[in-house]
C-alpha cells in the first residue's frame, strides 16, 4: 500500500508495509496530534508497541525498518524527546523478525533487558481483541488452538446463581431501547435519525423524564457525531431548546465529540482474519467514555466509523462486539449505533442495514420510516417502530411530525382538532358502508377482494380520504360497537361482511 503524506504525516513509499501497521500507524500519527504535550511520550509508546506487534507477523526485515524509521519520524514530528523516542527504536531495531531465518516470534523488547527481566508491554493489554500476553504471535491472526498444556474454560450451573428472582430489564427509554448493551436506529438520510437521537440525548442530559412518549432514563450522554458537524448540532440544539424551553447552556451532562478530519474518524480496521480491531482513537474514546460514566453513548454513525464490508458477518458482530464492552462499563450505558438501511432493507420495509447481522448483534433495534401514504410523507409525518427487540414486544410504531422544532409526537389523540377529523371520517365510513350494502355489494373486513379500506378511497364520494385513514375508521368503529363483522353461509364455503350494529 502506497501513502502519500506531506510534513504532517509519515512517507512510505518506497515498499508496500504490512496493511494493518499502515492502518494503526496513520491512526496513531491523527491521535497524537490530539494529545496534550505531558501525554504524549506515554502515546507514543503505545503507537510503537501497537505498529510494530500488527507488523510483526508478516514484515521483511527492510519493512520493519521503513517502519521503524516512519515511527520516529513521526515521534520528532510531534516534538518528543529525542532520548525517548531513541531509546524506544534502538530496542526495536535490533530484535527485527528474519522470516528467512523463521524467527519470526523474538521479542520486541528482548535488547532492553534479560528475558526474566524484561518489562511489561507499556500499555494495557486486552486479549479479548488479540494482545495476548505480549508476543508478537500472539493476535487473533494466530489464534491459539490449544493443546498440552491449555487450561479448561470456567464453568457454572443454574445452581451457582443467587436464590432470588433476577432484576428486571433496565431501560434507558422504556420499552425501546434497554442499557447496558447495543442498539441500532435505521433510517433513510433525511428521515430524522439525527433529530430524534439528539431529542433523546438532551432528554437524558437535562431529565426531562420522557422521549417520545416513554419513560427516560436521566444521566451524562456521549455523542460522536462522525458525520454531523458542529454547527449542524449547534442548531438542532437550540431549536429543540426553543420548543421546549430548556436552555443549550444549562446541557452540562452533554458530552460531544467531533472529528478535526471526517475521513479520520475510524473507530476499527479489519484484520486479514476478519476481526475489526480498534484503532487508539477507540481506546482514547474508550477511556473518556469510562470517565464521563454515562447513561448513553451515540456513535452517528456506522458508515463513517466502520471500515469493514457491512456485508461481512465476522466484520459486522465484531464490530459491533467493540461497542457492547462499552456498554458494559460500570455505568451500563444503552449504545446506539445510528444507521441508513441497504437498498433492500428500504424496500421490504425492514430498515436493515447491510447482512442480517446488523440486526441479530443487537438487543434492539429501531427503524425511523417515511409512511407509504404520499400526502403523509411529504407533509412530515415519520413513524418510529421497534423492529427487534430481546425483552419487548416488536412494532409499537409511533407517530412523528416534523415541525418547527424537529420531530415531535403526532397530535394527541385527545386533540380535539384530531377527534373532529376523525370522526368526519367515521361518518363517511358508514355512509359508505350504507351505500355498498343498499347496492347487494358488501364489503369485507381482511385484506384482499371486497376490503373494505380500499374499496371506500376509490369511490367517488371518498372526497380524497385514503385507505389508511378508513382502515383507521373501520378499527375504531369496530372497537365501539358501531360496525360488526357478519358470517353467511355454511362453515366451508363462509364468507364474511360488514354491517352496521343492530340497535
Known amino acids: 500500500m502506497s501513502i502519500a503524506i506531506d510534513e504532517s504525516q509519515i512517507e512510505v513509499e518506497r515498499s508496500p508495509i504490512p496493511w494493518e501497521a499502515s492502518q494503526a500507524l496513520q491512526s ?18 503505545r503507537a510503537a508497541t501497537e505498529v510494530l506487534r500488527l507488523a510483526s507477523a508478516e514484515a521483511t526485515p527492510q519493512q520493519w525498518q521503513q517502519l521503524v524509521d516512519d515511527l520516529y519520524a513521526m515521534g520528532e514530528r510531534h516534538g518528543l524527546p529525542a532520548d525517548v523516542v531513541q531509546g524506544l527504536m534502538s530496542a526495536a531495531t535490533q530484535a527485527p523478525p528474519d522470516r528467512r531465518s523463521g524467527d519470526s516470534a523474538r521479542p520486541l523488547f528482548a535488547s532492553v533487558t534479560t528475558q526474566d527481566e524484561r518489562p511489561e508491554p507499556p500499555f494495557e493489554e486486552n486479549p479479548e481483541y488479540g494482545y495476548g500476553d505480549g508476543q508478537p504471535g500472539d493476535s487473533l491472526l494466530e489464534p491459539n488452538l490449544g493443546g498440552e498444556g491449555t487450561a479448561p474454560v ?18 434507558l427509554a422504556d420499552g425501546r431501547i434497554p442499557r447496558g448493551d447495543v442498539t441500532t436506529l435505521h433510517g433513510d438520510g433525511g428521515a430524522g435519525k439525527t433529530d430524534i437521537a439528539m431529542q433523546l440525548a438532551e432528554g437524558c442530559a437535562r431529565g ?43 446541557l ?28 487508539p482513537l477507540f481506546r482514547s474514546i474508550e477511556a473518556s467514555i469510562a470517565a464521563i460514566e454515562p447513561v448513553l453513548v451515540i456513535v452517528d454513525n456506522v458508515a463513517a466509523t466502520f471500515t469493514g464490508n457491512q456485508n461481512d458477518r465476522v466484520m459486522v458482530r465484531s464490530y459491533v462486539n467493540l461497542w457492547r464492552t462499552i456498554a458494559r ?9 445510528l444507521d441508513h ?14 447482512n442480517m447481522d446488523w440486526r441479530n448483534s443487537v438487543r434492539s433495534a429501531l427503524y425511523l420510516r417515511v409512511p407509504e401514504d404520499k400526502g403523509e410523507a411529504e ?12 425483552y419487548g414486544p416488536t412494532g409499537q410504531p409511533v ?18 382538532v384530531r377527534l373532529a377529523e376523525d370522526a368526519k371520517v367515521d361518518d363517511l365510513f358508514l355512509r359508505l358502508l350504507d351505500k355498498r350494502n343498499a347496492q347487494a355489494r358488501p364489503v369485507r373486513p381482511g385484506t384482499g377482494r371486497d376490503y373494505a379500506p380500499a374499496e371506500f378511497e376509490g369511490d367517488a364520494d371518498a372526497g380524497g380520504i385514503r385507505s389508511k385513514a378508513f382502515k383507521a375508521s373501520m378499527e375504531r368503529l369496530l372497537n365501539a360497537g358501531t360496525i360488526v363483522v357478519v358470517t353467511k353461509g355454511p362453515p366451508s364455503k363462509a364468507t364474511k361482511h360488514i354491517e352496521r350494529a343492530r340497535t
Open 252 to 279: 452540562v451532562d452533554l458530552h460531544l465529540w467531533f472529528p478535526d478530519d471526517v475521513a479520520g474518524a475510524v473507530f476499527a480496521v479489519p484484520t486479514r482474519s476478519g476481526i475489526m480491531q480498534p484503532t
Open 329 to 337: 462499563q460500570d455505568s451500563h450505558p444503552a449504545v446506539l449505533l
Open 28 to 45: 496513531w500519527d491523527r491521535t497524537l496530534a490530539n494529545v496534550e504535550r505531558p501525554l504524549r511520550a506515554m502515546q507514543f509508546t
Open 208 to 250: 426531562a423524564g420522557y422521549w417520545l412518549g416513554h419513560e427516560l432514563q436521566a444521566g451524562p450522554v456521549v455523542i460522536l457525531s462522525a458525520e454531523e458537524p458542529e454547527r449542524e448540532l449547534r442548531r438542532r440544539i437550540w431549536l429543540h431548546g426553543r420548543r421546549d424551553s430548556f436552555n443549550p447552556a444549562d
Open 154 to 171: 470456567t464453568l457454572i450451573t443454574p445452581a451457582d446463581w443467587p436464590d432470588e428472582a433476577p432484576p428486571p430489564v433496565s431501560w
Open 379 to 390: 407533509g412530515g409525518v415519520r413513524i418510529l417502530e421497534t423492529q427487534k427487540s430481546n
Open 341 to 354: 438501511p441497504s437498498l433492500s432493507g428500504l424496500t421490504n420495509g425492514s430498515g436493515r442495514g447491510g
Open 399 to 416: 407517530r412523528l411530525q416534523w415541525g418547527d422544532g424537529g420531530l415531535a409526537l403526532e397530535h394527541a389523540p385527545s386533540s380535539l
